[in-house]
Every structure is written in structure tokens, then in C-alpha cells.
């Protein structure tokens, strides 16, 4: 079934400026290890709750909650979560994460199956030359429903998304679940190199 652009209107919208990943079979509490941080010192929070908190200290400041099978890692302010914390964090299972900033432009998407890069988007690069064969279709789909060189934030991104990890994002999924929140040590860089 193709989705129509408008269905992720709003979605482009909360998305600004914010980074979300997905990673398949791990709890909150394992994401958290993996990146370097104590679970003990993480809060139960909705993100409507959180409204405007700054990061509350030194580290990168995140949301990890449970969807269906996967953890849903939320890093609201700005940065794109590194390759130095994606790598490591996909070891054994899938990782899908991208990130937007509409004023700049600056979107990024990143599937890896163990720490293997498998498709990706880097701003003022574009897609990955090879496209994967569970992608093709999607892909079909994203250039029957987007202009040509359509910012993967306006929809593309979240139309991967789905089909990588079978999970819609709702407003009440992103808004109201109850995230594990606090800071996990910072990389040494927060953008993405360009990994080939």
C-alpha cells in the first residue's frame, strides 16, 4: 500500500532538529549500557512532559523506550547521534536512525545490520549508490510519491522506517510513551562521517 506525502506532515514537523533510532531486540536499559551510560541514572518521563529541558548536564541527553520489538532511542536537541555510538549499539541485530534539520537541510538516514552499513542518505550527498534488493520496492514507491531530490524529511525517511521496522510512529507513540531519560557519554563527534 502507498502512503500518501501528507500522512507525514506532522511527523516532519516533530522531527525537526531531532534524531530517532531503532534498534531491534534490545531493551532501554541494554541501549543505555551499550552507550556508555548507568540505567540507575535514568528518569521515567513522557516527551510532551519533558517539554523544553535542556540536557541536564554534560553528555548527550536521550529518551529510550520500547515499541513492539524494537527500543526507540529519542535524542531531542539538535545533534545527530555519531557513528562511533551507531556502530557499536547495532552489534547483533538491526539499527535503523536518521536525523533532520530542515533550516539547514541536513537530514541523515542509516540502516546497519551489525555493524554493516546497508543503505543510507548523507545531506548534500544523497542516497547510497546501491540500493538493497528489500528496498527496491520502497524505493519505486518513494519516487512515484516525492519530486526528485525531495528532502528525505518531507517524507522518504519515515516511509524506509516503516518498512524496515514495521512500526508506524503515531503522535501518541512519540509523545506519550514513557521514555527512559538522561545522558549517555558524548562522542567525539556528533555528525556522521561519510562511511565509504
Given at each position: 500500500?502507498?502512503?500518501?506525502?501528507?500522512?507525514?506532515?506532522?511527523l516532519t514537523e516533530a522531527a525537526d532538529g531531532s534524531t530517532f533510532t531503532y534498534v531491534h531486540g534490545l531493551t532501554p536499559e541494554q541501549v543505555v549500557t551499550r552507550l556508555g551510560g548507568r540505567p540507575e541514572d535514568?528518569?521515567?518521563?513522557?516527551?510532551?512532559?519533558?517539554?523544553?529541558?535542556?540536557?541536564?548536564?554534560?553528555?548527550?541527553?536521550?529518551?529510550?523506550?520500547?515499541?513492539?520489538?524494537?527500543?526507540?532511542?529519542?535524542?531531542?536537541?539538535?545533534?545527530?547521534?555519531?557513528?562511533?555510538?551507531?556502530?557499536?549499539?547495532?552489534?547483533?541485530?538491526?539499527?535503523?536512525?536518521?536525523?533532520?534539520?530542515?533550516?539547514?537541510?541536513?537530514?541523515?538516514?542509516?540502516?546497519?545490520?551489525?555493524?554493516?552499513?546497508?543503505?543510507?542518505?548523507?545531506?548534500?550527498?544523497?542516497?547510497?549508490?546501491?540500493?538493497?534488493?528489500?528496498?527496491?520496492?520502497?524505493?519505486?514507491?518513494?519516487?512515484?510519491?516525492?519530486?526528485?531530490?525531495?528532502?528525505?524529511?518531507?517524507?522518504?525517511?519515515?516511509?524506509?522506517?516503516?518498512?524496515?521496522?514495521?512500526?508506524?510512529?503515531?503522535?501518541?507513540?512519540?509523545?506519550?510513551?514513557?521514555?527512559?531519560?538522561?545522558?549517555?557519554?558524548?562522542?567525539?563527534?556528533?555528525?556522521?562521517?561519510?562511511?565509504?
Amino acid at each position: 500500500m502507498i502512503r500518501k506525502p501528507d500522512k507525514y506532515a506532522w511527523l516532519t514537523e516533530a522531527a525537526d532538529g531531532s534524531t530517532f533510532t531503532y534498534v531491534h531486540g534490545l531493551t532501554p536499559e541494554q541501549v543505555v549500557t551499550r552507550l556508555g551510560g548507568r540505567p540507575e541514572d535514568f528518569t521515567p518521563e513522557t516527551l510532551d512532559a519533558l517539554g523544553n529541558a535542556d540536557g541536564r548536564g554534560p553528555g548527550a541527553f536521550l529518551g529510550v523506550t520500547t515499541i513492539g520489538d524494537w527500543a526507540f532511542v529519542v535524542e531531542p536537541y539538535w545533534h545527530t547521534i555519531a557513528e562511533e555510538m551507531i556502530m557499536p549499539l547495532s552489534a547483533g541485530t538491526r539499527l535503523v536512525s536518521h536525523h533532520s534539520l530542515g533550516i539547514k537541510g541536513l537530514d541523515h538516514f542509516f540502516w546497519v545490520d551489525d555493524r554493516q552499513l546497508r543503505f543510507c542518505f548523507i545531506a548534500q550527498e544523497g542516497y547510497a549508490e546501491e540500493v538493497p534488493d528489500e528496498l527496491v520496492e520502497t524505493m519505486d514507491q518513494i519516487d512515484s510519491l516525492y519530486p526528485p531530490l525531495a528532502d528525505p524529511s518531507d517524507g522518504p525517511m519515515f516511509l524506509l522506517t516503516e518498512h524496515l521496522t514495521g512500526i508506524t510512529l503515531t503522535p501518541q507513540l512519540l509523545n506519550e510513551s514513557s521514555y527512559m531519560w538522561g545522558t549517555v557519554p558524548e562522542p567525539r563527534s556528533w555528525m556522521f562521517p561519510t562511511p565509504w
